[in-house]
């Protein structure tokens, strides 16, 4: 059944931690939950895992409401905080074991789903270290196999892949990809090249309110502001290729840089035939004619990004 967030509200004294925010997610579906920082993921998250009673507002998660069945909703919760709570001196198995019987895993189940767990996420070769002995990675890797060990429909993980190093980052992301096949997974990143690469859809908060939500690349296209390209022209050192490009139609603006063009067109317009004709009929070599994809970065700068003010521009300045 997923989550269903309905006008989550959560206010401290006169700030909105979370304003208004609502949206729905399905079984078998991985959410990147983006925001800069303060924007209210780690309270909303907090929020679904009835860690935090909301202000206003209310959400369930497979099928149960976060204020009738609050116990019910935390059997079905699988939670990975950005900090993760380890007991450093307890051997991996011992954790493991401890965590199932806080879960209320049936006994006659404990030591498959152990063994499972060891295997999902590639514990098995250090399951008698202790935990304060392992690498980064591992001890993410631990807090995934308690996160899953109950087996929950519903994962939620804040900064999963924090601290990590790049061949953690790919095993991590790939193992969240690998459960959100059968899982709802949500996730708080703020390495957005791995959202990218992990995640089927995109969920931007900024100062508490929902800015953004859809597919990646329906994000990407829908705030790119149409099309860009990138020219390369070899022509006479006295030809005028700024000018000529402006004139092209369908060329909205032209940007010259480290010896390319970055043109940039409305969104109804393909201007790439008229820019290759050009070419053609003045006799200058179009050695680059490129489409510029908008990157999920770009989406989320244009999103989040706040506007200076006069005093932090004037204090540049100085």
């Known amino acids: 059944m997923g989550i269903t967030a309905s006008n989550l509200t959560k206010v401290y004294g006169t700030q909105k931690a979370v304003d208004d925010v609502s949206f729905e997610m399905n079984t078998g579906e991985v959410l990147g939950f983006l925001g800069p920082n303060g924007a209210g993921k780690t309270t909303t998250m907090r929020i679904l895992t009835c860690y935090l009673d909301p202000t206003a507002g209310t959400a369930t998660l497979d099928g149960y409401d976060i204020h009738d069945h609050p116990e019910e909703v935390r059997r079905r919760i699988g939670y990975l905080p950005e900090d993760t709570p380890l007991y450093a001196d307890m051997p991996v198995i011992d954790y493991l074991r401890l965590s199932a019987d806080l879960q209320s895993v049936p006994e006659a189940d404990v030591d498959d789903r152990i063994q499972e767990m060891m295997d999902v996420c590639g514990l098995g070769p250090e399951r008698h270290k202790r935990i304060g002995e392992l690498s980064k990675g591992f001890q993410q890797r631990v807090g995934l196999a308690q996160a899953l060990l109950h087996d929950p429909p519903v994962l939620i993980l804040d900064e999963p892949t924090t601290g990590l190093d790049p061949n953690q980052i790919a095993e991590i992301r790939e193992l969240i990809k690998e459960i959100g096949q059968e899982k709802t997974v949500m996730l708080s990143s703020h390495i957005l090249k791995e959202v990218e690469m992990t995640c089927d859809r995109i ?116």
């Open 203 to 318: 969920l931007i908060i900024d100062q508490g309110r929902i800015v953004a939500d859809g597919a990646t690349e329906e994000l990407q296209q829908q705030f790119m502001g149409g099309t860009r390209l990138r020219v390369t022209v070899d022509a006479p050192g006295d030809a005028d290729v700024d000018g000529a490009l402006e004139n092209v139609e369908g060329v909205a603006s032209v940007q010259r840089s480290n010896g390319s063009y970055e043109l940039s067109a409305a969104s109804d317009v393909e201007p790439a035939a008229n820019v290759f004709h050009l070419c053609a009929d003045r006799g200058w070599v179009l050695t680059e004619l490129t489409p510029i994809e908008s990157s999920l970065e770009d989406v989320f700068r244009d999103l989040t990004e706040t506007p200076d003010t006069p005093e932090e521009m004037s204090s540049r300045a100085t």
